[in-house]
């Protein structure tokens, strides 16, 4: 079982800091810089969060956008190196993200940089994204990590995500129930437009499956993480980290300090 996941189980309630990337080598907006500079940057960003005291970590591809539907070999080669340093150099669990929803991609990542968990954007049914009609993934995940005997590495899969539409869904708790019972996700991640429509997902998910692993994917900060976390099991944070308030800023050290300062004040890892 994967790290977090146990911390899930042992009832603590992670804060999963973002290492958001520059464009890697491959990718849409790549410009010819240096493996060493991306590494530079992801390492810094990585040593604000264990400053501040973040347990868990995650690396994606942000600088990537726009993206295409599977991830180039220089992308994966460079997404694995850049892992592999963060996880060393934070002794952290580390999750992984790339935004093409290319999971072979990710699970090859995941086993060559020794990452402890998986986000899978869309996992089943379809979401109509700003890049086109996107599919569940669950297949290719559950294949990716028999065939590559990864079976400790976790799968969080986003259901119903805020950067796209359910195209003809049966519904939220039924999205679920097909990714637990069918797709064999270890966990979930909800998200909402807004705090009260994420409250609404998370209260749906918890209704459906009680002891279920729940992160919220996006839009927590200082003042809502506790509301959250009366349903949700973790979350994910980037933006409120920033001074610029998305998730394309900077870290910046006093905010990140200021968030597990009170996830910490309320009991929150």
């Given amino acids: 079982m994967s790290a977090v996941l146990d911390l899930i189980a042992a009832g603590v309630k992670p804060m999963i800091g973002m290492v958001q990337l520059k464009p890697l080598a491959g990718s849409s907006r790549y410009g010819g810089e240096s493996l060493e500079s991306v590494l530079e940057h992801a390492l810094l960003q990585t040593a604000i969060l264990v400053d501040a005291g973040f347990p868990v970590v995650m690396v994606q591809n942000l600088g990537d956008l726009p993206v295409s539907s599977a991830a180039t070999a220089n992308q994966v080669a460079w997404m694995a190196r850049v892992t592999d340093e963060v996880r060393r150099a934070s002794s952290l669990p580390v999750g992984i993200n790339l935004l093409e929803n290319d999971v072979d991609a990710m699970f090859a990542v995941a086993t060559a940089a020794g990452a402890d968990?998986?986000?899978?954007?869309?996992?089943?049914?379809?979401?109509?994204?700003?890049?086109?009609?996107?599919?569940?993934?669950?297949?290719?995940?559950?294949?990716?990590?028999?065939?590559?005997?990864?079976?400790?590495?976790?799968?969080?899969?986003?259901?119903?995500?805020?950067?796209?539409?359910?195209?003809?869904?049966?519904?939220?708790?039924?999205?679920?129930?097909?990714?637990?019972?069918?797709?064999?996700?270890?966990?979930?991640?909800?998200?909402?437009?807004?705090?009260?429509?994420?409250?609404?997902?998370?209260?749906?998910?918890?209704?459906?499956?009680?002891?279920?692993?729940?992160?919220?994917?996006?839009?927590?900060?200082?003042?809502?993480?506790?509301?959250?976390?009366?349903?949700?099991?973790?979350?994910?944070?980037?933006?409120?980290?920033?001074?610029?308030?998305?998730?394309?800023?900077?870290?910046?050290?006093?905010?990140?300090?200021?968030?597990?300062?009170?996830?910490?004040?309320?009991?929150?890892?």
């Fill in 117 to 269: 968990f998986v986000r899978i954007k869309v996992y089943v049914g379809a979401m109509v994204t700003p890049g086109g009609i996107e599919t569940g993934r669950a297949f290719e995940a559950i294949r990716a990590r028999t065939t590559l005997g990864a079976g400790g590495i976790g799968i969080f899969a986003d259901i119903h995500d805020r950067t796209g539409v359910p195209l003809a869904s049966a519904g939220l708790a039924d999205d679920i129930h097909t990714a637990v019972a069918i797709g064999g996700t270890d966990g979930i991640v909800l998200t909402g437009r807004s705090q009260a429509e994420t409250l609404e997902m998370l209260a749906i998910g918890r209704q459906s499956f009680p002891t279920l692993p729940i992160l919220v994917g996006g839009g927590a900060n200082a003042t809502n993480v506790a509301e959250f976390t009366t349903l949700a099991d973790g979350v994910i944070v980037s933006s409120a980290l920033k001074a610029a308030n998305t998730p394309f800023g900077e870290l910046d050290v006093a905010l990140a300090r200021d968030f597990m300062r009170v996830a910490g004040g309320t009991g929150l890892a």
